[in-house]
T-cell receptor, first 116, second 116 residues
Framework: NAGVMQNPRHLVRRRGQEARLRCSPM?????VYWYRQLPEEGLKFMVY????????ESGMPKERFSAEFPKEGPSILRIQQVVRGDSAAYFC??????????????FGPGTRLTVL | AQTVTQSQPEMSVQEAETVTLSCTYD???????LFWYKQPPSRQMILVIR??????QNATENRFSVNFQKAAKSFSLKISDSQLGDAAMYFC?????????????FGKGTKLTVNP
C-alpha cells in the first residue's frame, strides 16, 4: 500500500506528557501537511513542510507544538506538555509537486490523541 | 480571508435516490482548486472529486458530480444513485495558495445519512 501512513492510530497521554505523531508520505511525495480536527469540526491547517524545511507554520500554536520533516524518515508532529484541549484527531497529508499545478493532497488515516 | 461555508449540517437520502450537498466559498483569486472529501466512520479522509476554477466544465467521477458556479462562488456536490456506503461526513475544501505556501481551507462538513 503506497498511501500516506500515520502512526500510532490512537495515542493516550496524561496531562504534561509529550506526544509524538508520525507521518510517512506517499512514495515520491515531498510535501507534507498537518491538520487538526476537533470534535464536530472540519480540519484546520497547522503546518506545511518540505524535506528539511518548514514552509508555513501559521496554523501551529505558538507554544508546545513543533514539526519536522527530516531528510530521512517520517515527518514528526511533537506536542510537549499536553493539555486536555489537545485531544483531537491529527491528520497528515502529502502531495507530489506544487509546480505541477495539479497536486492534490492525499490524507493518512489520522492519529486520535486523547489526553487524560 | 478565504472561507468555506457548508450550510447543511445534516442531510439524508433514500438509497438509489439523488442528493445535493451545498458549498459556498469566498475568495478574491481567479484561479484556484476546489475539493470534496468524504470522511466515513473510519475517519479516513477520502478525496471524492476535484475542480479547477479555470475549467468551465463540471467535474464528474462516476456517481459523483459537481455544479460549479464560479460567479456565485458555489460548488455543490451531487451524488446519484446513492448507496449505503455513501453515508459519511462530506467536507468541501478550497486550496489557498499564498506567499509560497499552500493549504486546504475546509468547511464544517455535512453529515449524510443514507436510508435503506
Amino acid at each position: 500500500n503506497a498511501g500516506v501512513m500515520q502512526n500510532p492510530r490512537h495515542l493516550v497521554r496524561r496531562r504534561g506528557q509529550e506526544a509524538r505523531l508520525r507521518c510517512s508520505p506517499m512514495k515520491g511525495h515531498s510535501h507534507v501537511y498537518w491538520y487538526r480536527q476537533l470534535p464536530e469540526e472540519g480540519l484546520k491547517f497547522m503546518v506545511y513542510l518540505q524535506k528539511e524545511n518548514i514552509i508555513d507554520e501559521s496554523g501551529m500554536p505558538k507554544e508546545r507544538f513543533s514539526a519536522e520533516f527530516p531528510k530521512e524518515g517520517p515527518s514528526i508532529l511533537r506536542i510537549q506538555q499536553v493539555v486536555r484541549g489537545d485531544s483531537a484527531a491529527y491528520f497528515c497529508a502529502s502531495s507530489l509537486n506544487r509546480a505541477s499545478g495539479t497536486d492534490t493532497q492525499y490524507f493518512g488515516p489520522g492519529t486520535r490523541l486523547t489526553v487524560l | 480571508a478565504q472561507t468555506v461555508t457548508q450550510s447543511q449540517p445534516e442531510m439524508s437520502v433514500q438509497e438509489a435516490e439523488t442528493v445535493t450537498l451545498s458549498c459556498t466559498y469566498d475568495t478574491s483569486e481567479s484561479d484556484y482548486y476546489l475539493f470534496w472529501y468524504k470522511q466515513p466512520p473510519s475517519r479516513q479522509m477520502i478525496l471524492v472529486i476535484r475542480q479547477e476554477a479555470y475549467k468551465q466544465q463540471n467535474a464528474t467521477e462516476n456517481r459523483f458530480s459537481v455544479n460549479f458556479q464560479k460567479a456565485a462562488k458555489s460548488f455543490s456536490l451531487k451524488i446519484s444513485d446513492s448507496q449505503l456506503g455513501d453515508a459519511a461526513m462530506y467536507f468541501c475544501a478550497y486550496r489557498l495558495t499564498q506567499g509560497g505556501s499552500e493549504k486546504l481551507v475546509f468547511g464544517k462538513g455535512t453529515k449524510l445519512t443514507v436510508n435503506p
